[in-house]
Every structure is written in C-alpha cells, then in structure tokens.
C-alpha cells in the first residue's frame, strides 16, 4: 500500500507485509540474500541467490532488523510467476462485527484468497471522497477480497467466497469484470492512509496484529476504546492475517490531544497482546513504540537481542534510538551522544 514511497531496502528492514501476505507471506518469505553494510564499513554479503544456503541463516535475521545491524544495500529476492487469472470482488455487511466475523468463515473453507482487505466507515467516506472508486457510504464495513492462481481454481474459490459472505450477512456483492474496475478498487485502498487527511488533521496508525477469530472482539475494543479517550478511530485491516491498521484521528494543535492519542493507542496494542497477538506486523518497533515494548518483551528476551545486536554493532551505531527501549534518555540526546563519541 506504501509503493509508491517505500523502498525495496526498507520494506527488507522493516520485513514488510501488505495486502497480498495471506497467500505469499511477508517480505522475508521473498528474500535470498542482501548485501549489509556494517557500522565500521565492512560489507558483508549474507545469502545468496540460492534457495537454502548452508549455515547460519543471517539474512533471515536481518530482514525485519530495523537497520539495527546495518544499512541494506542489496538484496535479492526470489522471482514468483504470475497468477494464470485473478479475480476481485467486494463484500459489504452492514457492521465491523459481521465483517470481520467473515473473514475467519472464508479461511474455514478452505479457500485462501491472495488478499483479504477490510475497511470501515469512516475508511470508506474518506476514500470515497478521495477516488470515486465506488464503495457504499452507508456501509458498516466493505472486504476486498482478491483471489489468485489457475483460471479452475479461482472461479470455485470465487464461488465459495460469495456464497460465505451472503451466509455471513452481506447485504451486497459486487464482482470486478474489468481490469480497470479492478484497479479502481485497489486504488480506493491503497490511497487510504492519504485520504484519513479529509477527516482530521493528524492521525496516529497502530500495527497490531490479533489473530483472526479475535478480529471481532480487537475491533469492538478499538471503537470502546476511542470513545473512552474522546478519539474518533478509522480501520483498515490486512485482516487475512490479521494485522490492524486503526488510524486516531486527532488535531495536534488541540492540549492534550497527543498524550490521549499515545494512550489509546498503547491500549489497543495491549488488545491485540491479550488475545494472543502481536505489537507489529509490518511496520516495527521504531521510536513510537518504545514505550511498549516491554507488554510484550522481557528484560531478559531484550537483552538476548541486544547481544545479538552487538555481533553486528558492537557501539550500537545503527538507528540509535529505535527498536530498543531507551528508560531515562530521551532518544535525540542519545543520538547525540553517540555522534560525538564516534565521530
């Protein structure tokens, strides 16, 4: 969804998920080396274009490091053939409960579409305004569901598909007969993050992860939630594997906004912990989470990592401040502190 601004080393860095991990996995699914740069301008070359190199497998370790352990400068990646035939549609149901409560009967099937993408309400008006791509205002929530591989093998999931989310309640169907028409969906979803702009000034996403049977119940407490702390939430969901995208919609020049944002925000992510989830799934730790880490880390747990770091890193030079909770530094002085002792 971030194609047009992300790179190929980020999204290594970050070990990227997006729309289509459901059916093909997350970035280091894809990745069979990468030439890193270390912090004392070593360049080590980790992988390689075959698919199981023998040792250590490193390059694993550095796809999702956060540039931790150094810069990614290469990567090579493992080429998939495209799909014989792809097949899009849109569901609509009339709440977030009965949509989300659908997408773990779709799975139950059998079928595993190549993307299972959910929006709600206000998700959707945004977008709408943005694009025109066609989506009912009055809907509670839409799922764009997108399906992948032999012509025979998805006309029946297409099938099946349909008939789970009219036994699941939605109330309409609407099946992609062109390409453009296609494409006009997934333009509609991929410009969200953009759209959220026409209805607030600022907004801060979360990138929890629960998983899909407690999509219903996450939800339910992203809206509980925002109400407790005078917030307004729009969703997006990788909901296939479950990864959540609330977005807080604040204005920054409002006092106190921001401390109310941070809070409901570390709230949701203790959701997604308490039933069995993730802090993230695609988008890292960074510096904004920092103060959370430790709802789902031990000491000891952030300690091993550390070490591991260290091999790579051993002053910590790379991304000082991310990843790792800084107690009582605040991370510009720790940066720079590191940038005047080394150079």
């Known amino acids: 969804s971030s194609q047009a601004a ?16 459901l059916a093909y996995g997350v970035t280091a699914n894809h990745v069979l080396g990468v030439r890193l740069l270390l912090a ?9 274009p075959a698919p199981d190199m023998p040792g250590y497998d490193l390059t694993s370790l550095v ?14 990646v ?19 409960e009965r949509c989300a409560a659908c ?13 299972l993408e959910m929006m709600d309400n206000p998700t959707i008006r945004a977008v709408e305004a943005a694009t025109s791509a066609g ?13 992948e591989g032999l012509v025979e093998a998805v006309e029946v999931g297409l099938e099946s598909a349909i008939a789970t989310c009219t036994e699941s309640g939605s109330s309409e169907i609407r099946v992609a007969t062109t390409e453009e028409e296609r494409a006009k969906l997934w333009k509609a979803r991929k410009e969200a993050g953009g759209a959220y702009g026409r209805l607030a000034p600022n907004y801060y996403v979360m990138d929890g992860v629960a998983p899909r049977n407690a999509l219903p119940a996450v939800l339910a407490a992203v809206e509980r939630i925002s109400a407790e702390y005078n917030l307004q939430a729009a969703t997006l969901l990788h909901a296939g594997d479950g990864n959540i995208h609330p977005a807080l919609l604040f204005d920054s ?3 106190g906004a921001i401390e109310r944002v941070r809070a409901a925000g570390a709230a949701i992510l203790q959701v997604c912990l308490d039933h069995g989830g993730s802090l993230t799934g695609e988008h890292g730790i960074g510096v904004e989470k ?28 790379c991304n000082p401040g991310k990843l790792f909770p800084t107690p009582g530094r605040c991370i510009e002085l720790q940066g720079r502190a590191l940038l005047e002792a080394h150079w």
């Open 6 to 21: 992300s790179t190929i080393g980020g999204n290594a860095a970050m070990n990227a998920g997006g729309p289509h991990t």
């Open 40 to 48: 004392n301008g070593q360049v080590a070359e980790l992988g390689g």
């Open 63 to 76: 796809v999702g490091s956060e540039a931790t352990l150094g810069v990614i400068g290469e990567v090579t």
């Open 78 to 96: 493992r080429l998939l053939p495209r799909p014989e035939a792809v097949r899009t549609m849109v569901a609509v149901f009339d709440s977030v």
């Open 103 to 115: 997408v773990g009967a779709i799975i139950r099937t059998g079928v595993i579409p190549a993307a």
């Open 135 to 147: 989506y009912p205002l009055d809907a509670g929530a839409v799922l764009l569901i997108e399906l």
């Open 253 to 255: 020049e409002e006092p």
């Open 290 to 317: 920092l103060d959370v880490v430790r709802q789902m880390f031990t000491d000891d747990d952030l300690e091993i990592m550390d070490r591991v770091r260290r091999v790579f890193d051993p002053d910590r030079r």
